[in-house]
């Protein structure tokens, strides 16, 4: 073999292991542009998908915006004989118990987040985070069979309580009289806040366990107690994922339909106090729509529907506005 060959030989050599290489590492190539490819395309179908219950939305509820205007927005009165509607009593139902909701659920879930991942013993962890995920599987219509038979019944009986005592305040008061009836907007907004509790405390629970233990430790070193590493540790570094599940918990209180018509009593009126029976936009949707006979009653509750969903766009732009405030904050914090 001369110089020549001998050197042809090595180089051919040399390159057998690369051209192994270049043969595993093709596949893992195609299998990456597949991957992000469909995930693109998944996330692209999602986006048209919104845009399509949109724009079906403002097709079939343009009748009724036609019709009523702005008006629709402000006026209370809902006449499906006399072909009348208006959207405020609705707007309001589903503001209130949803505000309710919040009140009650986002201390709760705190409490409960905290408890699992500070305060409780190991073995008792695990059952305590198996029974609140189970609540957050239980179907809606279920918590309103629930909140129909057996908590209405309690809570009438709880009713004279709250009428003797809060409702005695001067101004307040005025949310808490009523007759003893167990079902109305208060009823609603504490059975939401008890299916909006386990989405927010499981989050809550997460963000709270991936704190890292360097700092809690450095926290109770130093003397800190459990609340004051929890409110100046645990929530300053988890403060957007927080945020994040309590806007999470609110969309989901907004949109809820099957749990809040058992109990919230359906009553097309505005009234002052909570204990009165109230409707919100889900709860009249669900109740009306297989008797909406003319076209103008079909598409004011569609109607209903187009602002139950921008009402959540809001929401949802809020919450991501909030968290990109929040980010930045941080952010500027570190540097």
């Known amino acids: 073999m001369n110089g020549s060959e001998a050197l042809a030989a090595e180089a051919s ?15 893992s190539v195609l299998a990456d542009f597949l991957f992000r490819k469909t995930t693109g395309v998944v996330a692209f179908l999602v986006a048209i998908s919104l845009v399509a219950i949109m724009i079906s939305l403002v097709d079939e509820g343009s009748k009724a915006l036609h019709t009523f205007g702005w008006r629709f927005l402000v006026t209370s009165t809902w006449d499906p004989v006399n072909n009348q509607f208006g959207a405020l009593v609705f707007i309001g139902g589903t503001l209130i118990s949803s505000v309710i909701a919040m009140v009650i659920a986002v201390p709760v879930s705190f409490g409960i987040a905290l408890f699992i991942s500070e305060l409780s013993p190991n073995w008792l962890r695990g059952p305590v985070s198996a029974a609140i995920e189970l609540l957050a599987a239980i179907p809606s219509i279920i918590y309103g069979m629930w909140g129909l038979l057996v ?19 001067p101004g307040l008061g005025l949310l808490f009289q009523g007759p003893p009836m167990g079902i109305g907007m208060l009823a609603a907004g504490i059975v939401l806040a008890i299916m909006i509790i386990p989405f ?47 806007f999470l918990g609110l969309g989901r209180a907004l949109g809820e339909t099957m749990a809040v018509t058992f109990i919230i009593g359906n009553a097309n009126r505005l009234q002052a106090s909570l204990l009165m029976p109230g409707s919100s936009i889900a709860s009249v949707i669900a109740n009306e729509f297989t008797e909406a006979t003319t076209e103008l009653y079909r598409s004011s509750l569609l109607a209903l529907g187009l602002i139950l969903f921008v009402i959540t766009f809001i929401v949802l732009v809020l919450a991501k506005l909030l968290l990109m405030r929040l980010e930045s904050a941080a952010q500027g914090a570190r540097s």
Request: aromatic content about 12%; cysteine-free.
């Open 13 to 27: 050599a040399a390159d057998i292991p690369g051209q192994a290489k270049s043969a595993r590492k093709a596949p």
């Open 151 to 169: 908590f209405a019944p309690w809570f009438a009986a709880f009713e004279p309580w709250i009428n003797d005592h809060l409702g005695a305040i």
């Open 200 to 246: 927010i405390s499981s989050i809550m629970r997460d963000v709270f366990m991936v704190t890292p233990p360097a700092l809690k430790e450095s926290a109770y070193a130093l003397g800190a107690t459990t609340w004051e590493v929890a409110r100046y540790v645990v929530l300053p570094f988890t403060r957007t994922a927080v945020t994040g599940g309590i």
